[in-house]
């Protein structure tokens, strides 16, 4: 990836310069294959020393990198958790439930709690702390069923750039995060998982549903269905990194900017606003700034 980026920059540079430049990229480019095995094998080693694990795991790409190292190295010690309210699509969880039948991987599904705390569905800025902790508090539980001392989950260190309170609320309670541990950013994780031939490598970025929901709105079974179903309309017409953020009764659409103009296809924006309006929303916008990890957050600032 890398050498071809920087090679084909300097195409136009004179022949005995291209050749010099060409080698520092393969150079380069062999560096940064030797510090993704080195992050690979520390990942390894760290797993391996905790002997046996309950992992966190949503079937997104990190939680499913995760997931495949720790089985790599612990075989067979080793329960998959995850979690199934309506705050989670359907999608994910039959993504997770195959992905971990065909590691061979214990998986067990737990309807966790989250939409029956107040505390969650006021949708503070807290609540994906509350979120995290009820969540832990199932994994703990489990663990100690087994006889199990160590949980982990699959926070990389590109989260660290958002809002992420979840991480407070695991770190309190002992969850710890070995993809970070191990200098893992979720670019690494990505081409690490398509060297392991992982079918989750090239997935989307996923969040909660909640997320979809502003600050200060209660949220509601039914608004994260509708949030759930307008996206699975989109991803049925290709918009794979796209968001369905709802504002009251509109519906602001969040997609890749290279997704943009095929959106404004007077066919594809005639289909999609007909199809939203039958699920419920009064009006549907497109947000010309494309998909934003964690938007919403811009909220807080405020």
Same mark, same amino acid.
């Given at each position: 990836?890398?050498?071809?980026?920087?090679?084909? /920059?300097?195409?136009?540079?004179?022949?005995?310069?291209?050749?010099?430049?060409?080698?520092?990229?393969?150079?380069?480019?062999?560096?940064?294959?030797?510090?993704?095995?080195?992050?690979?094998?520390?990942?390894?080693? /760290?797993?391996?020393?905790?002997?046996?694990?309950?992992?966190?795991?949503?079937?997104?790409?990190?939680?499913?990198?995760?997931?495949?190292?720790?089985?790599?190295?612990?075989?067979?010690? @080793?329960?998959?958790?995850?979690?199934?309210?309506?705050?989670?699509?359907?999608?994910?969880?039959?993504?997770?439930?195959?992905?971990?039948?065909?590691?061979?991987?214990?998986?067990?599904?737990?309807?966790? %709690?989250?939409? %029956?705390?107040?505390?969650?569905?006021?949708?503070?800025?807290?609540?994906?702390?509350?979120?995290?902790?009820?969540?832990?508090?199932?994994?703990?539980?489990?663990?100690?069923?087994?006889?199990?001392?160590?949980?982990?989950?699959?926070?990389?260190?590109?989260?660290?750039?958002?809002?992420?309170?979840?991480?407070?609320?695991?770190?309190?309670?002992?969850?710890?995060?070995?993809?970070?541990?191990?200098?893992?950013?979720?670019?690494? /994780? %990505?081409?690490?998982?398509?060297?392991?031939?992982?079918?989750?490598?090239?997935?989307?970025?996923?969040?909660?549903?909640?997320? %979809?929901?502003?600050?200060?709105?209660?949220?509601?079974?039914?608004?994260?269905?509708?949030?759930?179903?307008?996206?699975?309309?989109?991803?049925?017409?290709?918009?794979?990194?796209?968001?369905?953020?709802?504002?009251?009764?509109?519906?602001?659409?969040?997609?890749?900017?290279?997704?943009?103009?095929?959106? @404004?296809?007077?066919?594809?924006?005639?289909?999609?606003?007909?199809?939203?309006?039958?699920?419920?929303?009064?009006?549907?916008?497109?947000?010309?700034?494309?998909?934003?990890?964690?938007?919403?957050?811009?909220?807080?600032?405020?």
């Amino acid at each position: 990836m890398v050498e071809s980026v920087y090679c084909n /920059i300097i195409i136009y540079i004179k022949k005995n310069v291209y050749i010099s430049i060409h080698k520092f990229c393969k150079h380069f480019f062999i560096m940064n294959q030797n510090t993704l095995t080195i992050k690979r094998d520390h990942l390894f080693s /760290i797993l391996e020393k905790y002997g046996a694990l309950v992992v966190a795991y949503s079937g997104g790409v990190d939680s499913s990198f995760l997931l495949a190292m720790a089985q790599e190295a612990l075989k067979k010690n @080793l329960v998959a958790v995850t979690a199934s309210s309506p705050v989670h699509s359907e999608w994910e969880r039959q993504s997770a439930t195959t992905f971990a039948r065909q590691l061979g991987v214990e998986h067990i599904i737990i309807h966790s %709690r989250e939409m %029956r705390r107040r505390e969650f569905r006021s949708n503070t800025k807290d609540r994906c702390y509350f979120c995290k902790k009820y969540l832990c508090e199932d994994l703990l539980k489990i663990a100690g069923d087994r006889g199990i001392a160590h949980v982990v989950h699959g926070a990389n260190l590109d989260d660290f750039d958002d809002f992420r309170p979840g991480f407070d609320a695991a770190r309190e309670m002992g969850i710890t995060a070995p993809l970070v541990d191990a200098g893992l950013t979720k670019n690494d /994780i %990505r081409m690490l998982s398509k060297q392991m031939n992982l079918s989750t490598w090239n997935t989307p970025a996923m969040a909660c549903l909640a997320t %979809r929901i502003p600050y200060g709105t209660p949220i509601t079974p039914k608004d994260l269905n509708m949030v759930e179903q307008a996206e699975q309309v989109l991803w049925g017409y290709g918009f794979t990194g796209c968001r369905v953020r709802k504002h009251g009764n509109v519906a602001r659409i969040e997609v890749d900017t290279g997704d943009v103009q095929k959106f @404004l296809d007077p066919e594809m924006r005639f289909v999609i606003v007909e199809k939203l309006r039958k699920i419920g929303f009064f009006h549907v916008a497109l947000d010309l700034e494309g998909y934003r990890q964690g938007s919403m957050n811009r909220d807080l600032a405020v």
